[in-house]
């Protein structure tokens, strides 16, 4: 069965990074676009961060331009997402997601 399995996630301060990773498995992964979401606490679900599934082309919410970049390795069936230069309004679960499926998500808190 499909399983999407985040990591990474952590209490960080303001102006840091840190790199979440997402293990895929049961399908083919180089099938398909992966995308990252997150959900901050009394907030609506928002799109992160979405790549192609040859990691061609990646899409990006307007907030975190500049700062987070979204990259695949195919080999490894996994999807990464960095993030630098975090700042508190990126406080949130953040959630790996193909086409109809969702991992249990990885919490980022950016405080100092």
């Known amino acids: 069965q499909v399983q999407l399995v985040e990591s990474g996630g952590g209490l960080v301060q303001p102006g840091g990074s840190l790199r979440l990773s997402c293990a895929a498995s049961?399908?083919?992964?180089?099938?398909?676009?992966m995308t990252w979401y997150r959900q901050a606490l009394g907030k609506e679900r928002e799109l992160v961060a979405s790549?192609?599934?040859?990691?061609?082309?990646?899409i990006y919410l307007d907030s975190v331009k500049g700062r987070f970049s979204i990259s695949r390795d195919n080999a490894k069936n996994t999807v990464y997402l960095q993030m630098n230069n975090l700042k508190p309004e990126d406080t949130a679960v953040y959630y790996c997601?193909?086409?109809?499926?969702w991992g249990k998500g990885t919490l980022v808190t950016v405080s100092s």
């Open positions: 049961g399908f083919t992964f180089s099938d398909y676009a």
């Open positions: 997601n193909r086409f109809g499926y």
């Open positions: 790549i192609t599934s040859a990691g061609g082309g990646q």
